[in-house]
């Protein structure tokens, strides 16, 4: 059994015991502050709206920071929960024991053009050659005779982050061409060009875009599931090895398949349970 | 403005640092702590200054205001204890040494007339409107009728006026400025004679005579607003360089107990606490 695995049933195992932890609605709130990555934040700022419609006079914050300065916040005790995509973020040695991790759930970065575009997939080598400005036309990778327009996310997003890590990897740059703008106008940019290229959270994408498959796998609910889809994110929280009661009941309610599971997967993320 | 704001502030610290002087003399018995930096923040501060030194009678607080930037700055250069920020640190603001603490948050509610057919607009459609690309409420779903844009006079630096710059990224005078008024409460009675209004007012001022506008789609709510789903909601940070010293440590406890959020509170903000 993994650790991931093991905290995450440690979790459920102690809901009943972190919710009995927390205060009654005419005490003093209790607090929780979250830091995190990404389309994590999204997702974990529903459960986040429920837990405190649940949960009278709590008080849930969620600040979207990359995974680093999330896991940072974690250590340096300004935040209770870290949310994170990369393992390899965590510290080594000693420092590690500071953390308890668990798993959330699964998410896939999903590359998308325009509806028009007649691609249907692309080759992981290529989509990374097109991002850094080699390829720039879209005959090259078998579509029209169209220039190339790359749309990149804001490099304070866990969407640059993952970009970065999965798919220009090592020191390789993003083309100086490349449109650096928000999610929300990345879709509404690539609506309108027929040359667009981007990459969003499986949990955020537009239905008037066009997913593209990597590596002859399409991006669907099935594959995203089961994890063939790349690249696959796993979304991974930290708190400290001891957590306040309230990290605790926050984390047991987010793990719970019937409430902060079940809000998941209506944001189009595969739960952990 | 920030580049202006940073030098009028470099300029004060000289005498910032200076008035560590005073207490130099009898460090075995008192300590100083010098908190600077937000403007819009500068006001609670001075409240929490009075209450802080009340039940810390050793030390002595020095609250200034200068610009979240300009504090930054300071405090990077061990001018000042506690930087206090009202945004999201940027990645390039953001250091390894820095604690991220966060202390309450606010809110800017967008106002329509109750009879306006408009629920929601887009962060970019608020945009264009409020640098006069669009000016018709038809574009957005509504009649066709001229929007008659109700501002805030300038000049005072913790005016929501300039939270709403803030938030959208806009830092030029709002165009086609249909009436200015002085007070929340004189721009809730702008919008709520003129079925064709849009303005905008702190959260807790909002009174059934106007109607909040969601946000691409999200309504403000408490939950929305302490979650971030809300986008115009921001977070007023205290931020230390490395480890709090004893008499910051103190402080920052202290901003977290019930006396001071329940100040903040009644001051119309959310605590966090």
């Not at chain 1, 059994?1 to 195992?13: D, I, K, N």
Request: negative net charge; contains cysteine; aromatic residues 6%.
């Amino acid at each position: 059994m993994t650790p991931s695995r093991r905290t995450m049933l440690q979790g459920l195992v102690s809901v009943p015991l972190a919710m009995a932890a927390l205060p009654a609605a005419a005490q003093a709130p209790t607090a929780v502050q979250i830091v995190g990555t990404g389309a994590m934040v999204h997702a974990v700022r529903l459960i986040a709206e429920a837990f405190m419609r649940d949960v009278p006079q709590s008080i849930v914050t969620v600040a979207e920071r990359d995974s680093a300065r999330a896991l940072r916040a974690v250590l340096y005790g300004t935040a209770d929960i870290g949310l994170f995509t990369a393992r390899e973020l965590l510290p080594p040695g000693e420092a590690a024991k500071k953390l308890a991790v668990a798993t959330l759930g699964w998410d896939a970065e999903v590359v998308v053009v325009n509806r028009n575009n007649p691609v249907d997939g692309i080759s992981l080598d290529d989509l990374r050659r097109i991002y850094m400005g080699e390829t720039q036309n879209w005959q090259v990778v078998g579509g029209a005779d169209h220039a190339i327009t790359v749309y990149e996310n804001l490099p304070e997003t866990g969407a640059a982050e993952l970009w970065e890590n999965h798919v220009l990897k090592g020191p390789r740059f993003l083309t100086p061409k490349a449109r650096v703008v928000d999610v929300d106008r990345m879709q509404a940019a690539i609506i309108q060009d027929p040359g667009a290229i981007g990459h969003v959270s499986h949990a955020l994408l537009h239905r008037r875009v066009k997913a593209l498959g990597i590596d002859g796998v399409a991006p669907t609910a099935a594959t995203i599931l089961d994890g063939s889809y790349r690249p696959k994110v796993e979304m991974m929280t930290a708190t400290a090895a001891k957590p306040t009661p309230a990290a605790s009941a926050f984390l047991a309610y987010a793990l719970d398949p019937a409430k902060g599971q079940r809000i998941l997967a209506t944001a189009g993320i595969r739960p952990a349970q | 403005m920030n580049r202006r704001r940073a030098l009028a502030a470099l300029a004060g610290l000289p005498l910032i640092a200076g008035w560590r002087w005073p207490f130099g003399n009898e460090q075995h018995r008192r300590s100083s702590l010098i908190v600077a930096g937000s403007g819009r923040m500068l006001g609670y501060n001075r409240e929490i200054e009075v209450m802080f030194e009340k039940a810390h009678p050793d030390i002595d607080m020095v609250c200034e205001g200068g610009g979240s930037y300009p504090g930054l700055l300071a405090l990077k250069r061990g001018l000042i204890d506690i930087a206090a920020i009202s945004h999201e640190l940027t990645r390039q603001e953001d250091d390894p040494r820095l604690h991220i603490h966060l202390v309450a948050k606010d809110a800017v509610a967008i106002i329509v007339n109750p009879k306006n057919p408009i629920q929601s607009l887009g962060r970019d459609d608020l945009r264009d409107i409020l640098e006069g690309r669009q000016a018709n409420w038809g574009m957005f779903g509504g009649g066709d009728a001229e929007i008659d844009l109700i501002d805030r006079r300038g000049g005072d630096p913790t005016d929501r006026a300039e939270a709403v710059d803030a938030v959208i990224g806009h830092h030029e005078p709002f165009k086609n400025v249909e009436t200015y008024v002085g007070s929340d409460a004189e721009m809730i009675a702008a919008v709520a004679d003129n079925p064709d209004a849009l303005g905008y007012c702190g959260w807790e001022d909002l009174t059934p005579d106007v109607r909040p506008l969601m946000i691409g789609g999200v309504a403000l709510s408490r939950e929305t607003m302490l979650s971030g789903s809300y986008p115009f909601a921001w977070p007023y940070y205290y931020v230390t360089l490395g480890e709090p010293g004893p008499a910051a440590s103190r402080f920052l406890a202290f901003a977290r107990t019930d006396a001071v959020q329940s100040a903040f509170a009644k001051d119309g903000l959310l605590r966090v606490y």
